[in-house]
């Protein structure tokens, strides 16, 4: 660009004449003042850098004048001043200069400004081509013979000021003070632009920058990072999530939503890989969704985490995400971990069940070797209660049998953690009749409950269901044991069985501690248990209420639990009357579910 506008000035038409300083008539003169302002507006429209509009002002006013130097103010902060000078200029001189440019600065009502501030905001800007070289023997001067200031508008905001200097005395015509004005707002535009383009391209280089660094972070970051556009098709992904898609082998057509892939694709977990994106593209930020990528007969199958959130672009007015950002995380290692964890306690709960029921058994035996012996005891002494070691033998003896029952309810509740974690909970289907089921289980809970009064409430004498009977009197067995449990107090314990169209609902309101609403979602968690005060008092691993989750989701009911205001609580169980079907399908062929 620098040698365009070079280029043109060199070819130039002759330079501008002054109307008065020819004697042709007017008409003339102002057609050759025309083109001459065609021809400057020109190289200063040509001009890209503030340097290309210094070469295009130089030339022009030389064309009107022989000068010493050309000053450029602009205003801004920080203030700059370009010094132009058209050849070599003595030091005293240039000083002169800057005194005489703040002096008028200030007249023209700039911010106040120092010539030591304006000598330190000078620059240089010397165009070797244009400089006019001294003629022999001439003397450069230390004293400025004459001036002109003019500010520098652009649509009446001043922008600047441009000073013109030479050491002679006279040089800057009145005559040419309109024309030299039109320059200057030429050049005012033209620097205005050059400015305005200036920070829009650093503005431009620091977003270029930012995103680099952006890209720069997601390329290197561990989890993998997808993205979608609108439709939810995947747009880019981040080297991380390549990776982990090569591993669960999948390839992206890209611009296909990933919905309409799914529905082609013998890839089995891609349509919840939609799923997650589809409910993320309708508004929602889906949290820690695993999804289970791996071959189902690898023994810790690779399994992916997956978090989802709807991307909306700048404007207020959109209502619809642009698409979703999706960040995807190797879980593999740690589901290791858990299943050898799972194992290893599943396998000495295994190993546990040997020696304590021996325990149990022979336990058993000799409370009931004890018994005899008190029996006769007693009928020797007829009747009469006597201390003996007998009966202290069977007090120690039935501790030992309740710590044996309570040690096997553990083992049995981490034997049932492990399979419930890996889905491997196994139920035997039957039909039975739930109310005597219940009536069962609150006759014998309430045999060693003698503080607690255990009713059983129902309208229907008889209700047949088709479940696994063993596993339903675990769950209604567990929340009546937690009922008693967390009861310290005593007090009623009510079970109610309602019947429904196509399902029973049992409720179990207890009058103990209660539950605070903020654990009611945690409450089914494993080893969840509430770390109050008084809870600490009550033996317990936090296992039953999820074991019993599991049951019952996998019979099609829900449980959950209700806050009694201050007065206990109140845990509800749904049962379907028959399993859904897909559980009808998996229980048949073993043979144990009479339908
Ligand atoms: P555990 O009783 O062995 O700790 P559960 O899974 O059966 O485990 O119960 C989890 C937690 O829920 C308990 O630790 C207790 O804090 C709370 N909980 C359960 N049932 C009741 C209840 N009826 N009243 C008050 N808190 C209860």
Request: charged fraction near 20%; charge should be negative.
């Amino acid at each position: 660009m620098e040698s365009s506008v070079q280029s043109d000035l060199q070819a130039a038409d002759t330079p501008y004449r002054s109307p008065n300083m020819q004697s042709a008539d007017r008409l003339s003169a102002l057609k050759q003042e025309m083109e001459y302002l065609n021809r400057i507006g020109k190289q200063f429209v040509a001009a890209f850098d503030r340097f290309q509009v210094h070469r295009a002002l130089l030339a022009a006013l030389q064309d009107l004048y022989s000068f010493s130097a050309c000053c450029i103010l602009l205003t801004g902060d920080p203030i700059d001043l370009f010094i132009i000078p058209c050849y070599p200029l003595n030091g005293s001189f240039l000083e002169a200069m800057i005194q005489r440019i703040a002096s008028a600065a200030n007249a023209l009502n700039f911010p106040a400004i120092t010539p030591e501030q304006l000598a330190r905001s000078a620059y240089f800007d010397a165009p070797d081509e244009l400089a006019q070289r001294r003629k022999q023997g001439e003397i450069s001067s230390t004293t400025i013979g004459s001036g002109l200031n003019i500010p520098l508008t652009v649509e009446n905001r001043i922008i600047g000021m441009l000073s013109l200097f030479d050491e002679k005395p006279g040089t800057f015509d009145a005559d040419l003070l309109q024309l030299t004005t039109m320059i200057a707002d030429y050049a005012a535009v033209a620097l205005d632009n050059v400015r305005l383009r200036e920070r829009e391209n650093a503005l431009w280089r620091e977003a270029e920058l930012e995103r680099m660094r952006l890209e720069l972070i997601i390329g290197s970051m561990a989890e993998g990072l997808l993205i979608t556009d609108a439709k939810g098709a995947i747009t880019s992904l981040n080297t991380s999530a390549e990776q982990l898609l090569a591993q669960a082998q999948t390839e992206f057509t890209p611009g296909v939503p990933l919905r309409q892939l799914a529905e082609t694709s013998s890839v089995p977990w891609l349509p919840r890989l939609a799923d997650i994106i589809h409910q993320a593209l309708s508004g929602h930020t889906v949290k820690n969704q695993e999804l289970v990528a791996g071959q189902e007969d690898d023994r810790v199958p690779l399994t992916l985490n997956i978090s989802a959130a709807p991307l909306h672009d700048a404007s207020e007015f959109a209502t619809r995400p642009v698409g979703v950002v999706a960040v995807v995380n190797d879980v593999t290692s740690s589901k290791q971990v858990e299943k050898l964890k799972d194992d290893f306690v599943s396998v000495v709960s295994h190993e546990l069940r040997t020696p304590l029921t021996a325990i149990k058994g022979y336990t058993q035996h000799l409370v009931r070797r004890v018994e005899r012996r008190l029996r006769k005891l007693r009928s020797s002494t007829e009747g009469a209660v006597i201390d003996s070691p007998e009966s202290q033998d069977l007090r120690s003896l039935s501790i030992i049998q309740s710590q044996t029952e309570h040690l096997e309810r553990l083992v049995n509740d981490l034997l049932d953690l492990s399979q419930v974690q890996w889905g491997q909970i196994h139920l035997h289907y039957e039909t039975f009749d739930l109310p005597a089921v219940l009536g069962e289980l609150v006759r014998s809970v309430q045999a060693s409950a003698e503080q607690h009064s255990l009713i059983l409430e129902t309208t229907d004498r008889e209700a047949s269901v088709v479940a696994d009977r063993a596993r339903i009197e675990q769950v209604i067995g567990n929340i009546l044991d937690n009922a008693v449990k967390y009861s310290p107090h005593g007090g009623q314990v009510i079970v109610r069985l309602y019947k429904q169209p196509s399902q029973y609902h049992i409720s179990i309101k207890d009058q103990g501690i209660g539950v605070n609403p903020e654990h009611f979602e945690h409450i089914f968690e494993r080893f969840y248990r509430i770390h109050n005060t008084s809870s600490q008092h009550y033996a317990g691993i936090g296992l039953g209420l999820y074991v019993a989750k599991a049951i019952i989701d996998r019979h099609g009911g829900q449980i959950w639990l209700e806050n009694n205001q201050g007065t206990g609580s109140t845990f509800h169980v749904t049962l379907p009357m028959v399993p859904p079907s897909d559980e009808q399908s998996e229980a048949a062929p073993t043979g144990n579910t009479t339908l």
